[in-house]
Protein backbone atom coordinates (compact mmCIF):
# COMPACT_ATOMS: atom_id res chain seq x y z
CA UNK A 1 0.00 0.00 0.00
CA UNK A 2 2.00 3.05 -1.08
CA UNK A 3 0.45 6.24 0.13
CA UNK A 4 -2.85 7.04 -0.18
CA UNK A 5 -4.17 5.59 -3.48
CA UNK A 6 -5.15 2.02 -3.17
CA UNK A 7 -4.63 -0.50 -5.56
CA UNK A 8 -8.36 -0.54 -6.56
CA UNK A 9 -7.74 2.63 -8.03
CA UNK A 10 -4.57 2.12 -9.79
CA UNK A 11 -6.22 -0.83 -11.86
CA UNK A 12 -9.38 1.64 -12.29
CA UNK A 13 -11.54 -1.17 -10.96
CA UNK A 14 -14.50 -1.67 -8.27
CA UNK A 15 -13.76 -3.52 -4.66
CA UNK A 16 -15.45 -5.87 -5.30
CA UNK A 17 -14.36 -6.81 -8.97
CA UNK A 18 -13.67 -10.18 -10.27
CA UNK A 19 -10.63 -11.82 -11.68
CA UNK A 20 -11.69 -11.43 -14.86
CA UNK A 21 -12.21 -7.54 -14.48
CA UNK A 22 -8.51 -7.30 -12.77
CA UNK A 23 -7.35 -8.88 -15.54
CA UNK A 24 -8.97 -7.09 -18.31
CA UNK A 25 -8.00 -3.82 -16.42
CA UNK A 26 -4.42 -5.09 -16.23
CA UNK A 27 -4.11 -5.75 -19.55
CA UNK A 28 -5.74 -2.53 -20.60
CA UNK A 29 -3.38 -0.22 -18.94
CA UNK A 30 0.08 -2.18 -19.36
CA UNK A 31 -1.01 -1.32 -23.09
CA UNK A 32 -1.31 1.99 -22.20
CA UNK A 33 1.60 2.19 -20.08
CA UNK A 34 4.22 0.10 -20.95
CA UNK A 35 7.82 2.18 -21.76
CA UNK A 36 7.20 0.21 -25.13
CA UNK A 37 4.70 1.39 -26.49
CA UNK A 38 3.72 4.86 -24.89
CA UNK A 39 4.58 8.32 -25.38
CA UNK A 40 5.41 9.07 -21.68
CA UNK A 41 8.48 10.10 -20.40
CA UNK A 42 10.65 6.52 -20.08
CA UNK A 43 11.02 6.60 -16.32
CA UNK A 44 7.35 8.04 -15.67
CA UNK A 45 6.10 5.18 -17.64
CA UNK A 46 8.17 2.64 -16.18
CA UNK A 47 7.07 4.07 -12.12
CA UNK A 48 3.90 3.80 -13.24
CA UNK A 49 3.68 0.56 -15.11
CA UNK A 50 5.61 -0.93 -12.15
CA UNK A 51 2.85 0.71 -9.98
CA UNK A 52 -0.09 -1.11 -12.12
CA UNK A 53 1.60 -4.41 -11.59
CA UNK A 54 1.92 -4.31 -8.17
CA UNK A 55 -1.76 -3.46 -8.02
CA UNK A 56 -2.31 -6.25 -10.39
CA UNK A 57 -0.21 -9.09 -8.56
CA UNK A 58 -1.47 -8.42 -5.12
CA UNK A 59 -4.80 -8.64 -6.07
CA UNK A 60 -4.85 -11.15 -8.28
CA UNK A 61 -3.72 -13.57 -5.38
CA UNK A 62 -6.81 -14.03 -3.14
CA UNK A 63 -4.39 -14.51 0.15
CA UNK A 64 -2.98 -11.13 -0.33
CA UNK A 65 -6.09 -9.73 -1.34
CA UNK A 66 -7.98 -10.57 1.70
CA UNK A 67 -5.15 -8.89 3.84
CA UNK A 68 -5.18 -5.98 1.72
CA UNK A 69 -9.14 -5.58 1.90
CA UNK A 70 -8.83 -6.35 5.76
CA UNK A 71 -6.08 -3.02 5.85
CA UNK A 72 -8.14 -0.94 3.62
CA UNK A 73 -11.13 -1.52 6.05
CA UNK A 74 -9.17 -1.06 9.35
CA UNK A 75 -7.67 1.98 7.79
CA UNK A 76 -11.42 3.25 6.76
CA UNK A 77 -12.53 2.40 10.46
CA UNK A 78 -9.65 4.27 12.16
CA UNK A 79 -10.25 7.20 9.77
CA UNK A 80 -14.34 7.17 11.51
CA UNK A 81 -13.22 6.95 14.96
CA UNK A 82 -10.42 9.05 15.49
CA UNK A 83 -10.45 12.83 14.72
CA UNK A 84 -6.88 14.97 14.84
CA UNK A 85 -7.81 18.26 16.67
CA UNK A 86 -5.26 20.70 17.80
CA UNK A 87 -2.66 18.04 18.62
CA UNK A 88 -4.79 15.94 20.44
CA UNK A 89 -6.34 12.88 19.51
CA UNK A 90 -10.27 12.85 19.80
CA UNK A 91 -12.04 9.34 20.13
CA UNK A 92 -15.49 10.26 18.60
CA UNK A 93 -17.23 7.33 20.58
CA UNK A 94 -16.63 8.88 23.83
CA UNK A 95 -15.64 11.97 23.43
CA UNK A 96 -12.64 11.82 25.54
CA UNK A 97 -9.54 13.16 25.36
CA UNK A 98 -6.34 10.70 24.66
CA UNK A 99 -3.35 12.17 26.26
CA UNK A 100 -1.09 12.92 22.76
CA UNK A 101 0.96 15.88 23.31
CA UNK A 102 4.12 16.51 22.03
CA UNK A 103 6.61 18.02 24.39
CA UNK A 104 7.90 21.80 23.75
CA UNK A 105 10.81 23.08 21.67
CA UNK A 106 13.25 25.26 22.56
CA UNK A 107 12.13 28.10 20.54
CA UNK A 108 8.52 27.19 22.13
CA UNK A 109 10.27 27.43 25.63
CA UNK A 110 12.33 30.42 24.95
CA UNK A 111 8.83 32.41 23.73
CA UNK A 112 7.59 31.41 26.89
CA UNK A 113 10.53 32.51 29.08
CA UNK A 114 10.26 35.96 27.47
CA UNK A 115 6.72 36.26 27.93
CA UNK A 116 7.17 36.32 31.66
CA UNK A 117 10.39 38.19 31.94
CA UNK A 118 8.17 40.83 29.61
CA UNK A 119 5.17 40.69 32.12
CA UNK A 120 7.54 40.26 35.39
CA UNK A 121 9.53 43.64 34.21
CA UNK A 122 6.35 45.43 33.47
CA UNK A 123 5.01 45.00 37.04
CA UNK A 124 8.49 45.94 38.74
CA UNK A 125 8.58 49.11 36.19
CA UNK A 126 4.36 49.97 37.43
CA UNK A 127 5.86 49.57 40.99
CA UNK A 128 8.56 51.62 40.95
CA UNK A 129 6.82 54.35 38.80
CA UNK A 130 4.16 54.86 41.28
CA UNK A 131 6.23 54.78 44.36
CA UNK A 132 8.37 57.74 42.23
CA UNK A 133 5.08 60.14 41.76
CA UNK A 134 4.31 59.73 45.57
CA UNK A 135 0.91 57.24 45.27
CA UNK A 136 0.40 54.26 47.56
CA UNK A 137 0.09 51.17 46.77
CA UNK A 138 -2.66 50.73 49.32
CA UNK A 139 -5.00 53.25 47.90
CA UNK A 140 -8.89 52.70 48.44
CA UNK A 141 -10.52 53.24 45.24
CA UNK A 142 -13.11 56.57 45.30
CA UNK A 143 -16.16 54.95 44.30
CA UNK A 144 -15.62 52.49 47.67
CA UNK A 145 -15.58 55.72 49.90
CA UNK A 146 -18.94 57.64 49.26
Not at 84 to 113: A, C, K
Amino acid sequence: MKGEISYYKILGVNENASNHELRKAFCKLSIELHPDTTSLDIDDAKSKFQEVLEAYENLNNSNLRKIYDNKLKEKARIKKNINVLNNFIVNSNNQSLIENRRPFSNGELFSLFLLILIIAISLICSILFASFNGKELDTIPIWLTK
